[in-house]
């Protein structure tokens, strides 16, 4: 047995991601910029545009089209798109379905006990939702407002003067795989702004760039975790929202699955497992299609069909893991960019809709007032999520996470103490290390899992229904470590969702073209930078 | 050269085919929606033929319900300069459409008006010729070559076994076909300007016409399939099998 | 209802094939109606096969020439089957190239409905019921046409018929039309390498071929399919080095859907299989009988495949001969 330590080989974001030099004459101008179209940008491009409708705002977004990266489970607590939109009724909104029923179970490999349900994890009342149809939908009011909407065109590099952000570029398209321009080559556009909003969601490369530019830490590191999804067309409706703890998961790996009801005919069903996990050989795609086999699950999903899969890490440091500054000089960071995620109620969307309304309102009095995102205006920004539900909320369950780290037994009992003291007990933080900081052990290699094509698939099956929409001759946007060697190899080949890494002999084979975005090895091993507008999946149910 | 495109909204060419509730058209929720694939060759070719004759216009046009008014932007984002939304539901007979078209066509008095070769929903391959046709204009299909000077224009299209070559006086339809020029992406300041250009919208009405559809239902799942033989020898009864069952020779 | 018109094409005096099954469609559609089907063909001279027509169900054979006809001429065709049209219940072509060219036009001239790419026509009422693959051949419409349909029969949808009918020969006219658009000639078709995404037919090859070398095996039975055939690959190969990337067939979410996949040497990693079984007919070839491309394959031969693409090659090029 060996023991792997990722961060070994862990190569660094390319420094170029924040750039000193000047943006082009050509250069559009824009009052503020946000970068990414997920709920916490459209929210904030929204909410601006209701407090100044005369700002220029433009949002960038990857995907080539909205809500094509997007993913969550999702349950979604409306208070803050009913605050986004006062004057609609919860039936306006583009939800799924109600939530009246829910199950929480503990899963062996064959049987299953119903749990009572925690109180952090009852949904009651809440909505299931596609947030990718969420975000088509906020993407349709953003444009009829007028703010101008940037889909397939990735953000690349920050323009920055002396300590501000004054810019974006964004990545250019139609390069072949040595770089040299095709016919169908698109140059990169600089835009300017005054203020840019970081709204790129989970483990955001800008973002990322901007904080070790600028020194900002937090109390732990962000660690994260890697959700694998499928939506499922299913014969019946499902009755009620299920989660699960224990089963697949190893006793040292922190996570869960939940399965929920989209209509009458479909169901979402994933697995999500912290990646502090300490077994080198885990692999979330596989574990989520075993345990579609489990009998709590099979009997759901049998004579249905699967329309579309997807993955993607969720950012699940909590409180003590929240940037020490949300803001700087012309720059503000929302949603999972910034860790608006409470673990033990498995619920970020309204958090980031709710940063992104309270980081527009301070935009928007930032420049009525002064006419320029300075850092002393945009600060108003960091007190205004300090005196909101996303800091008290995420202040009460601070610990809950962190208790996992030793594994699940341990966890469950101290997370039952945190939850009856609201917080108070242990009092103090529990520290954690980077997920990269922690190893992993290698295994000799288990039984290999077999897809029944049916009800299991393979990662490549997999990567084929999201829809990965990449050109197969881009140049590659991952940056891999030197000389890693073959049982690093098996790590990400087993870590990597989509089937982008592979260990050949004692060489690792990379796939970019398959990377779905899902940000896992930029966690843990080789990491992602933004690559030609409209590549990767293209979700259209997630 | 003043250059009109017509453009049809259509479905993603990966979505996933789901029959509608009322069995005659796809169940749309869900769907995403772009511009017809061969209505950008189109559209390219407008832009191009604009640019190369160092003046000029090019006018998008579109008939469908309003959801259509977004393609148009897309349209006006790649650089087409001035958009107009025939504002109605199109019928289900291509003539109907064609005419309405056409009409509309005339009074902009174009140099030449370019279509896709055909739309990737209803395959209908018609609309073009149709309008060239009510119009009294020369047209050619499916071009994958096409050069303007002196006010005509050169043409080559793909037919079984060659490539066709033709040439008529302008002003005349042309509809495009894949192989014509690569189709430029909407630069960010295109997707900028397109929200300042011209949009007119007309509304009209399509007639009925002569077609009712009456079902629409998915092809029958693929057979098993079977081994033929072993080694050269099954080859013959390959060949028949891929000649008369399965007609692909 | 009175009688059905096929118009049959011909290149340089000679008939193209498909005139015994675009017959067939309109003889079986004029039975049902006790109806009668005149072929006509526009030619500027002698066309040969004018004789079969009557046996491929054709009660009359009208020839339309005029010296412009020696190339396509939509104009002039039109115009002959406008003073003509009122005798006739439908308007039947094939729907190749031309056919598709030809068929609205012809319909937008008699202001009547058309229906392209039809795999099925039947009489139903007093309407014409055909069914036509729509969305890529991702669903079928069925639909009633009123009036004087012109209907595009997709090559391939029927089978000739042998009927003893007469065939009489009849000359019309052509009346004085514009020749708006003019046919110069066919060129033949450059000889560019087709994308796997765009050929009609891919042969890939895979690991079973051993060596880069033999990927020439491959080439060869693309070239014996004409400027329709491509060659593609597995991922494996590529990787190896052994073709250029561009061949590649499935690795992402892109997938080729040709009429005709062959798939030499490969095994069928999902990857692959992933990537091309939108393909209309897959055809695979195969030393291991358990290899999971033949799960996918509509046909399957499983041996050496150093015997059976050389024989392959040889055949297809004798069928693309005739």
């Known amino acids: ?542 | 050269m003043k250059i009109a495109v017509c453009l049809r909204r259509v479905p993603d060419t990966t979505t996933k085919i789901v029959i509608g509730a009322d069995g005659v058209s796809i169940n749309e929720a869900g769907v995403k929606f772009v511009p017809n694939p061969y209505d950008e060759y189109a559209l390219e070719a407008a832009i191009a033929l604009k640019d190369a004759a160092g003046s000029g216009e090019t006018i998008v046009v579109a008939l469908g319900e309003d959801a259509v008014q977004e393609t148009l932007r897309t349209a006006l984002a790649m650089g087409i300069d001035r958009a107009i939304h025939l504002q109605g539901k199109p019928s289900a007979d291509g003539l109907e459409n064609a005419r309405l078209l056409a009409a509309h066509l005339a009074s902009l008095n174009c140099d030449a008006v370019l279509f896709g070769k055909l739309a990737v929903d209803d395959y209908g391959q018609q609309t073009g010729a149709m309008v060239a046709e009510l119009m009294g204009l020369p047209c050619a299909t499916a071009v994958a070559k096409l050069e303007v000077s002196g006010g005509r224009a050169t043409t080559e299209r793909e037919v079984e076994g060659g490539v066709e070559q033709a040439g008529c006086a302008l002003p005349a339809v042309f509809t495009c076909d894949k192989g014509l020029n690569n189709p430029r992406l909407p630069s960010l300041k295109g997707i900028m300007a397109a929200k300042k250009k011209p949009l007119d919208i007309v509304p009209v009405s399509a007639g009925s016409g002569q077609v009712a559809i009456v079902s629409l239902a998915l092809p029958a799942e693929r057979a098993a399939g079977r081994i033929v033989g072993e080694g050269a020898a099954a080859v013959p009864a390959l060949l028949q099998l891929l000649t008369s069952e399965a007609k692909v020779l | 209802m009175t009688a059905i018109l096929a118009i049959l094409e011909q290149r340089n005096g000679s008939l193209r094939k498909g005139a015994a099954e675009l017959l067939a469609a309109a003889r079986q559609v004029a039975d049902q109606g006790g109806a009668t089907v005149d072929a006509l063909v526009c030619g500027h001279g002698p066309v040969t096969g004018l004789d079969g027509l009557g046996a491929a169900g054709a009660d009359r054979v009208l020839v339309a020439t005029h010296p412009d006809f020696a190339n396509y001429c939509p104009d002039g065709v039109v115009a002959t089957v406008a003073a003509i049209a009122a005798n006739y219940r439908a308007v039947f072509v094939a729907a190749t190239s031309t056919g598709k060219d030809l068929a609205p036009r012809v319909a937008a001239h008699l202001g009547a409905t058309c229906a392209m790419d039809v795999t099925s026509v039947v009489m139903a009422g007093a309407m014409l019921r055909v069914v036509r693959p729509v969305y890529a051949g991702r669903a079928l419409q069925t639909v009633d046409l009123a009036g004087t349909p012109v209907v595009a029969v997709r090559p391939g949808s029927y089978a000739g018929v042998a009927a003893a009918k007469a065939g009489a020969m009849d000359h019309v006219t052509v009346p004085a039309f514009t020749r708006r658009l003019e046919v110069t000639g066919i060129r033949a078709p450059e000889k560019a390498a087709l994308d796997v995404t765009e050929a009609r037919v891919v042969i890939s090859g895979g690991r079973g071929l051993g060596d880069a070398k033999n990927f020439a095996l491959l080439e060869e039975l693309a070239a014996a399919f004409g400027g329709e055939a491509t060659v593609g690959a597995s991922r494996a190969v590529v990787d190896a080095g052994w073709i250029e990337h561009g061949a590649q067939v499935g690795q992402t979410g892109k997938t080729v859907a040709p009429d005709l996949y062959v798939a030499v040497g490969i095994s069928g990693a999902v990857q692959h299989l992933a990537g091309m079984r939108t393909a209309k007919v897959i055809v695979a070839i195969n030393r291991d009988k358990d290899a999971p491309i033949f799960k996918v394959a509509d046909f399957g031969i499983v041996g050496d495949l150093f015997e059976i693409v050389p024989a392959l090659t040889a055949a297809i090029a004798k069928v693309k001969a005739n």
């Not at chain 1, 920050?158 to 501000?164: C, H, Q, S, T, Y």
């Not at chain 1, 000389?483 to 796939?511: I, K, M, S, T, W």
């Open chain 1, 1 to 542: 047995m060996s023991v792997v330590l990722p961060v070994q080989y862990q190569p660094p974001l390319p420094a170029s991601m924040i750039r000193r030099d000047q943006p082009g004459a050509e250069a559009i101008e824009l009052d503020v910029l946000v970068v990414g179209a997920g709920p916490a940008g459209l929210a904030c491009a929204i909410e601006l545009h209701r407090q100044s409708p005369d700002l220029t705002i433009g949002v960038l977004e990857k995907a080539g089209a909205l809500g094509e990266h997007t993913l969550s489970g999702a349950v979604i607590n409306p208070v803050a798109i009913r605050a986004l939109f006062p004057d609609l009724k919860d039936e306006d909104f583009p939800f799924r379905q109600r939530v009246d029923h829910e199950g929480v179970y503990y899963l062996t490999k064959d049987g299953s006990t119903k749990v009572p349900t925690p109180p952090t994890m009852q949904n009651r009342g809440y909505y299931a939702a596609s947030l990718c149809e969420v975000v088509r939908w906020l993407g349709e009011q953003a444009e009829t407002m007028g703010i101008n909407l940037f889909p397939g065109f990735p953000a690349e590099s920050l323009f920055v003067d002396g300590e501000r952000v004054i810019g974006v570029r964004t990545v250019p398209s139609g390069l072949d795989r040595a770089g040299e321009p095709t016919d169908v080559f698109q140059e990169p556009t600089d835009l300017v702004a005054k203020v840019v909003v970081l709204a790129e969601g989970s483990r955001g490369a800008l973002g990322q760039a901007w904080r070790s530019w600028r020194g900002v830490g937090s109390a732990n590191p962000q660690i994260f975790a890697l959700g694998v999804k499928e939506v499922w067309q299913v014969t019946q409706p499902l009755d009620r929202i299920i989660h699960t703890l224990g089963w697949p998961l190893p006793a040292g790996a922190f996570g869960g699955s939940w399965c929920y009801p989209m209509g009458p005919d479909q169901v979402s069903i994933g697995l999500v497992v912290g990646l502090d996990y300490h077994d080198a050989t885990l692999d979330v795609h596989e574990s989520l299609q075993r345990m579609k086999l489990h009998p709590l699950f099979r009997p759901i999903l049998e004579g249905g069909q699967l329309l579309e899969w997807g993955a993607k890490t969720i950012p699940e440091g909590g409180f003590y893991s929240l940037p020490d500054r949300l803001s700087g000089d012309g720059l503000v960071m929302v949603g999972d960019t910034a860790g608006f995620v409470d673990v033990p109620s498995l619920k970020g969307v309204h958090y980031a809709m709710e940063s992104g309304m309270l980081a527009a309102k301070a935009i928007a009095s930032a420049l009525a007032n002064a006419g320029t995102g300075d850092a002393a205006a945009l600060s108003a920004y960091d007190q205004a999520v300090q005196a909101s539900r996303i800091t008290s909320d995420l202040r009460r369950t601070r610990n809950i996470r962190l208790a996992f780290k030793d594994g699940f037994a341990v966890g469950a009992i101290k997370a039952g103490l945190m939850t009856l003291t609201g917080g108070a007990f242990p009092g103090d933080r529990i520290a954690m290390p980077r997920d990269a900081d922690v190893p992993r052990a290698s295994q000799p290699p288990a039984e290999p899992f077999v897809p029944d094509n049916v009800l299991t698939f393979s990662k490549v099956d997999a990567v084929f229904k999201s829809g990965n929409a990449t050109r197969d001759s881009i140049p590659s946007h991952l940056i891999v470590g030197e000389q890693v060697p073959g049982d690093v190899a098996d790590f990400y080949a087993h870590l990597c969702p989509a089937g982008v890494y592979e260990r050949q002999g004692d060489h690792l084979v990379v796939n970019a073209p398959n990377c779905i975005d899902c940000k896992a090895t930029d966690v843990l091993g080789p990491r992602w930078t933004p690559r030609e507008g409209g590549s990767g999946p293209t979700y259209r149910l997630m």
